[in-house]
């Protein structure tokens, strides 16, 4: 039921706007009279849409003053606008689309700001210090998991300056069309994954031996930097490749296995464990941003301060990805615009192409991706979804963008392409190089990752109190009108840097609540 005590609230987007949001929490029931002396006339629930205007059909129905939808009947003003009584825009045309044709005023840089983080030999800087095991093949998940469940009993308290040991679990490696064209897109994915800050430049793979993807495929001569000088002397500049191969003649029943892969692992731990944390500028954070379980309130609280957010760090001179090429493609025109150069605005327009003819091929196209939770949230569908998204990226200038599971190499704003699942789009952004992730959520989900911290924004105040625990910052009190998206903003800030520095852990990391990795295979299946 709404809150009696509180008066009732719409929220626009934009002044051109013809449906608002109701605000409070359980909607408002018909007959209710806002400020503005607008009626309700059905019941609306919180999150969704009313009508300020009566609109014919056919008319534009306008929020954040993007059409929508069209009216298909018509709806005076006073009502619930639900999906139902719309329908979906056509797709933008990605010809004759602006190109690099925003021209903001450089934002001041921000200053001194710094963390506490793990410099790697490549350059690179980890928020965490973690041993990860990388896997050639689904085939040797088990035994990797019982040999991680033994490191982290027998050994990891022997090494108090290592956070953690992960398998890096996947469903790929055999029984796929290892040669395909697009298969280079979940090989290197892992392959960057192994390679994460977080790790420390520490590679050991377990390998069952017959899979599609050997350990050499994977992993390539020159592809794992050096991890100290005792590998300079040794092949010629690269880490020699630390593989467990299971149906090596020499394991003699499962725990030969076992023991082999605690044994190769101690010699990761000990170098890992004589790293220390030291100061280093802001700067040297690499956030990924992402959303997920979205509603209505995603782009009116939780993602505008993301994209203030997302401001600072660039200002800061750190990098930010954001993602979600389903959940962006009906913004393109403001993508393009943002670009640095007009080729940023054409690897934009790349990857927007490549996903569509990769939906084309499923027989889907982009309204497959919004939720049953999403709808309930008040989403009608993704062109609303993707104006509430895409203000995660906040104002800066785009300058770079990545095909799925490539490596991160500049600092600014980029646009990584990933399909919009949440564990797809984390893993894909593990790959790009991230060494700390933001997730606003709408709905709720208790989403984290074992080799990244990530930290939760919850929309809505009242998610915030219902899951206190496992929400880290609320930015529902911007639509409360306790906070603004600029204060919000900042308390995400100061979090990244106190999560990234190990002074503060989040509730995820708390709990350790891990999704599995889940790379991103468009190459067929045999």
């Given at each position: 039921?709404?809150?009696?005590?509180?008066?009732?609230?719409?929220?626009?987007?934009?002044?051109?706007?013809?449906?608002?949001?109701?605000?409070?929490?359980?909607?408002?029931?018909?007959?209710?009279?806002?400020?503005?002396?607008?009626?309700?006339?059905?019941?609306?629930?919180?999150?969704?849409?009313?009508?300020?205007?009566?609109?014919?059909?056919?008319?534009?129905?306008?929020?954040?003053?993007?059409?929508?939808?069209?009216?298909?009947?018509?709806?005076?003003?006073?009502?619930?606008?639900?999906?139902?009584?719309?329908?979906?825009?056509?797709?933008?045309?990605?010809?004759?689309?602006?190109?690099?044709?925003?021209?903001?005023?450089p934002m001041p840089p921000l200053q001194d700001f710094t963390f506490e983080g793990f410099r790697n030999a490549d350059g690179s800087v980890g928020t965490r210090n973690i041993l990860a095991i990388t896997q050639t093949v689904q085939c040797v998940a088990g035994v990797t998991d019982f040999a991680v469940q033994r490191i982290k009993a027998d050994l990891l308290p022997k090494y108090p300056n290592v956070d953690d040991v992960v398998a890096l679990e996947h469903g790929y490696g055999c029984g796929v069309a290892i040669d395909a064209p697009d298969?280079?897109?979940?090989?290197?994915?892992?392959?960057?994954?192994?390679?994460?800050?977080?790790?420390?430049?520490?590679?050991?793979?377990?390998?069952?031996?017959?899979?599609?993807?050997?350990?050499?495929?994977?992993?390539?001569?020159?592809?794992?930097?050096?991890?100290?000088?005792?590998?300079?002397?040794?092949?010629?500049?690269?880490?020699?490749?630390?593989?467990?191969?299971l149906q090596d003649e020499a394991h003699v029943g499962f725990m030969s296995m076992v023991e082999s892969i605690v044994r190769q692992a101690e010699v990761h731990l000990k170098r890992l464990d004589a790293r220390r944390r030291e100061t280093v500028p802001a700067s040297e954070l690499v956030?990924?941003?992402?959303?997920?379980?979205?509603?209505?309130?995603?782009?009116?609280?939780?993602?505008?301060?993301?994209?203030?957010?997302?401001?600072?760090?660039?200002?800061?001179?750190?990098?930010?990805?954001?993602?979600?090429?389903?959940?962006?493609?009906?913004?393109?025109?403001?993508?393009?615009?943002?670009?640095?150069?007009?080729?940023?605005?054409?690897?934009?327009?790349?990857?927007?192409?490549?996903?569509?003819?990769?939906?084309?091929?499923?027989?889907?196209?982009?309204?497959?991706?919004?939720?049953?939770?999403?709808?309930?949230?008040?989403?009608?569908?993704?062109?609303?979804?993707?104006?509430?998204?895409?203000?995660?990226?906040?104002?800066?200038?785009?300058?770079?963008?990545?095909?799925?599971?490539?490596?991160?190499?500049?600092?600014?704003?980029?646009?990584?392409?990933?399909?919009?699942?949440?564990?797809?789009?984390?893993?894909?952004?593990?790959?790009?190089?991230?060494?700390?992730?933001?997730?606003?959520?709408?709905?709720?989900?208790?989403?984290?990752?074992?080799?990244?911290?990530?930290?939760?924004?919850?929309?809505?105040?009242?998610?915030?109190?219902?899951?206190?625990?496992?929400?880290?910052?609320?930015?529902?009190?911007?639509?409360?009108?306790?906070?603004?998206?600029?204060?919000?903003?900042?308390?995400?800030?100061?979090?990244?840097?106190?999560?990234?520095?190990?002074?503060?852990?989040?509730?995820?990391?708390?709990?350790?609540?891990?999704?599995?990795?889940?790379?991103?295979?468009?190459?067929?299946?045999?």
């Open positions: 039921m709404p809150n009696p005590k509180r008066a009732p609230l719409y929220i626009t987007m934009h002044d051109s706007d013809n449906v608002a949001i109701v605000a409070n929490p359980g909607g408002l029931p018909p007959g209710t009279v806002f400020p503005s002396g607008l009626t309700l006339r059905d019941h609306v629930p919180q999150g969704h849409k009313v009508a300020l205007a009566n609109l014919a059909e056919g008319d534009a129905v306008r929020r954040y003053n993007v059409p929508i939808g069209y009216a298909v009947k018509d709806i005076p003003a006073g009502s619930w606008v639900h999906e139902r009584l719309l329908k979906m825009p056509q797709a933008r045309s990605l010809d004759n689309l602006p190109v690099a044709t925003a021209k903001p005023e298969a280079v897109v979940p090989i290197r994915t892992l392959r960057n994954i192994s390679l994460n800050p977080n790790f420390g430049g520490e590679v050991m793979l377990v390998s069952l031996g017959c899979e599609k993807l050997q350990p050499d495929r994977l992993m390539p001569p020159g592809t794992i930097p050096l991890v100290d000088e005792r590998d300079a002397a040794g092949d010629g500049g690269d880490s020699k490749l630390d593989v467990v191969c956030v990924g941003v992402q959303c997920g379980g979205s509603d209505a309130f995603s782009g009116v609280t939780a993602n505008p301060a993301v994209g203030f957010c997302t401001d600072l760090l660039v200002r800061a001179g750190a990098s930010v990805m954001f993602s979600e090429t389903t959940e962006v493609r009906d913004g393109i025109a403001q993508l393009t615009a943002r670009a640095t150069t007009p080729e940023v605005a054409q690897a934009l327009i790349r990857e927007m192409a490549w996903y569509d003819a990769y939906l084309q091929r499923g027989s889907v196209d982009r309204s497959a991706n919004t939720t049953p939770g999403n709808k309930m949230g008040g989403l009608s569908n993704i062109v609303e979804k993707a104006m509430g998204s895409i203000v995660k990226s906040g104002s800066a200038p785009i300058s770079g963008v990545l095909a799925p599971g490539e490596k991160l190499r500049q600092k600014g704003l980029t646009y990584a392409a990933t399909p919009a699942s949440d564990f797809i789009c984390g893993t894909l952004q593990l790959a790009a190089g991230m060494n700390l992730h933001v997730f606003t959520t709408g709905r709720g989900t208790p989403y984290g990752l074992a080799e990244v911290p990530v930290i939760k924004v919850a929309t809505r105040s009242d998610l915030a109190r219902r899951w206190h625990d496992l929400m880290d910052v609320n930015a529902g009190t911007i639509a409360d009108g306790t906070a603004t998206v600029e204060e919000v903003g900042w308390e995400l800030f100061r979090l990244m840097l106190d999560v990234a520095s190990g002074r503060k852990k989040t509730w995820a990391e708390q709990w350790k609540l891990h999704n599995a990795l889940v790379l991103f295979n468009p190459a067929p299946v045999t």
